[in-house]
């Protein structure tokens, strides 16, 4: 996964979650969702969109590139996994998903998939 920071991968992930609810995805739809100040988004979508993962057209809707979406993708799979896992071990779930969003940045694509592949292999067994 290219590496460009947590808090810009809480912004793609956000985008992605919005845009299965909502027809269009504006700045504001991110703000009011992540909690943070509309200077602060509007601030990190001119980032993400210099680095080529969100495209804004005239009416500032929001749109994924395709490098956007699958930084989105891979860094969503890793919070629904540990969320998942954590509440499977009783993790109350609100806590499962704040400690999943602060794991699923932290760990190398290598120590996620050795865990994901172990964790499920027990599943199955």
């Known amino acids: 996964m290219e590496t460009i920071g947590e ?29 943070f ?6 601030h990190a979508m001119k980032l993400l969109n210099q680095k080529g993962l969100i495209k804004l057209d005239t009416s500032k809707i929001l749109q994924l590139t395709d490098a956007g979406r699958k930084i989105a993708n891979e860094t969503y799979q890793r919070h629904c996994f540990f969320t998942e896992m954590l509440v499977s071990i009783g993790v109350p779930k609100n806590i499962a998903a704040e400690d999943a969003c602060r794991l699923e940045h932290v ?14 292999d027990k599943e199955a067994q």
């Open 7 to 35: 808090s810009l991968e809480d912004y793609l992930e956000a985008i992605l979650v919005l845009e299965g609810a909502l027809e269009h995805v504006r700045s504001v739809d991110v703000a009011s969702y992540l909690g």
């Open 37 to 42: 100040s509309k200077p602060s988004v509007s």
């Open 107 to 120: 760990l190398s694509e290598e120590s996620f998939n050795a865990i994901k592949k172990y964790y499920l």
